[in-house]
């Protein structure tokens, strides 16, 4: 048959290592398509290295019972169960799944609304209200910590502002307080990830067929059917990239909650990143703080598998 592969005749062609007639790739073409490796490699070899590594070799100490300086015992699973038994590691690994609510649903709801209306009213003043929203993103989260913790005081600013209003009974030590601690510090991830949430959707309704909306006008759509029908699915991406960086955020959360509560009152707004710390430099138990930290890497995959899955383009 004509289309039939043959290997190329020695005798009439030059002998090229590992060449087919017929089309079929040569070694050139697979050292050309090796290039781009080439490039990422030492991202890798970093990454790998920084990265991978210390996470395997901390799996691997969540089987021991170690102090972090003398000898080490094989414990087995004994350090998972403490992290499944413990009611304070347990309520740890709750509360980093309640700060998902703060830190993603409601930036990211509340960046939607916000991008869709920025975007159909194009003022002037669009890149100072840009700014302003992006503003907390950039801010460090020590500072950011201490500035709310000061505002959230019993004579702080908000305080201060109920009781001018004639609220003064609403006002308390909200981070002292074992039902407002939790949410109070909720509301700092809010306010730090609206931002990024923002921005990412604006920029995602950019590259929408703005054809798409001139046909939903002209069938007599409401701006609701618009934002509903064309705007949210044109986004499924871009809600993906935002629940992602989000999420993980929410789940790795350290240094707000170190800085305001401690993870106090009682163990209110304790999450897994205080309680690792705590077990490694207080109590010195530094197996059962890597079994925690594994437990949280691998529902974090799991919550990660779970979006990209929701939010893949179809």
């Known amino acids: 048959m004509a289309d039939t592969l ?34 990422v490699l030492p991202a890798l070899l970093f990454y790998g290295a920084f990265v991978i590594a210390p996470w ?15 000898a080490a015992t094989w414990a087995g699973l004994a350090n998972y169960r403490e992290v499944l038994e413990e009611p304070e590691l347990r309520s740890a690994l709750v509360h980093a799944f309640g700060f998902i609510l703060f830190y993603t649903v409601i930036p990211v709801a509340l960046g939607l609304v916000l991008a869709a209306l920025v975007a159909a009213t194009p003022w002037r003043a669009m890149p100072v209200i840009r700014t302003i929203i992006f503003l907390p993103q950039i801010l460090p989260l020590v500072a950011v910590g201490v500035v709310w913790k000061w505002i959230y005081s019993e004579d702080g600013p908000l305080n201060e502002l109920l009781r001018a209003v004639g609220l003064g009974g609403v006002a308390r030590v909200w981070l002292g307080d074992f039902t407002w601690a939790f949410p109070a510090v909720g509301f700092i991830g809010s306010w730090v990830s609206t931002g990024l949430c923002f921005l990412l959707l604006l ?13 939903a ?16 699915p044109g986004l499924r991406s871009e809600i993906g990239v935002a629940c992602t960086v989000t999420v993980i955020a929410a789940l790795a959360g350290f240094d707000v909650v170190y800085v305001m509560t401690g993870g106090g009152p009682g163990t209110s707004t304790t999450v897994p990143g205080v309680e690792v710390y705590k077990l490694v430099f207080t109590a010195g138990r530094v197996g059962t703080a890597c079994a925690l930290a594994t437990v949280l890497s691998l529902l974090t995959c799991a919550v990660m598998f779970t979006v990209n899955r ?5």
Do not use: C, K, M, Q
């Not at 395997?56 to 003398?70: A, E, K, N, Q, R």
């Not at 929701?310 to 179809?314: I, K």
């Open 217 to 232: 006008r002209l069938d007599g759509a409401s701006r609701l059917r618009e934002f509903r029908h064309i705007t949210v």
């Open 56 to 70: 395997l070799h901390s799996i691997w100490i969540s089987f021991w019972t170690w102090d972090g300086v003398g």
């Open 310 to 314: 929701l939010t893949r383009e179809r």
């Open 203 to 215: 920029s995602g309704i950019g590259r929408i067929d703005p054809a798409l909306y001139e046909a």
């Open 6 to 39: 043959v290997r190329a005749d020695p005798a009439t062609t030059p002998a090229v290592a590992g060449t087919w007639a017929g089309g079929v790739r040569t070694n050139a073409g697979r050292r050309r398509r090796a290039v781009p490796l080439l490039y």
